[in-house]
């Protein structure tokens, strides 16, 4: 199966700060990837669609202005918390499909802690 | 919005037995489902897939069958094994480059 990589696997910042995590299909280009939350317990809600290229598609109720999400290459998507708070506090998952394939393939997630 | 559910949080089950997990739906538009098994702190594992012009799909120890007059889909895992134990999402797209709508996990517990 195809490889995605995220990294970091853990973060701890403090509240105001900024943080980014990157997600990267290692051996296979994938123009769209996606971004996933998940709190404790619960279930993966999709948070964003990442486009190569272009602007990401949020869903519902997910600001833009503080999640941002940049796509500049076929194999590398980021996600920034902007002014994190501890309400951020989550696991973060990527997915990404090779062109053409409905298959998704998950990052190993991000857990990140505001404090 | 349409999402995918679960019946039951927490599956118990003696290891060797069967076990198979449930997952309603809601969307009857969803052409593409899939199981995904979660070890604690790791992301999704891919375990077995389905397209709508399907009812049964089978794997290594796994079966997924999917009834769409009722929206219903299960997976069953044959002679469980204490590496079983995870939580099980299933998940549905429409088929094309969307993202995945997950339900809300089903805990499966392996006793010894």
Known sequence: GAVVSQHPSRVICKSGTSVKIECRSLDFQATTMFWYRQFPKQSLMLMATSNEGSKATYEQGVEKDKFLINHASLTLSTLTVTSAHPEDSSFYICSASRQGNTEAFFGQGTRLTVV | ?112
């Open chain 2, 1 to 112: 919005g349409e999402s995918v559910g679960l019946h039951l949080p927490t599956l118990s089950v003696q290891e060797g037995d069967n076990s198979i997990i449930n997952c309603a739906y809601s969307n009857s538009a969803s052409d593409y489902f899939i199981w995904y098994k979660q070890e604690s702190g790791k992301g999704p594992q891919f375990i077995i897939d389905i397209r709508s012009n399907m009812d049964k799909r089978q794997g290594q120890r796994v079966t997924v069958l999917l009834n769409k007059t009722v929206k219903h889909l299960s997976l069953q895992i044959a002679a469980t094994q204490p590496g079983d134990s995870a939580v099980y999402f299933c998940a549905e797209n429409l088929g094309g480059a969307d993202g995945l709508t997950f339900g809300k996990g089903t805990h499966l517990i392996i006793q010894p």
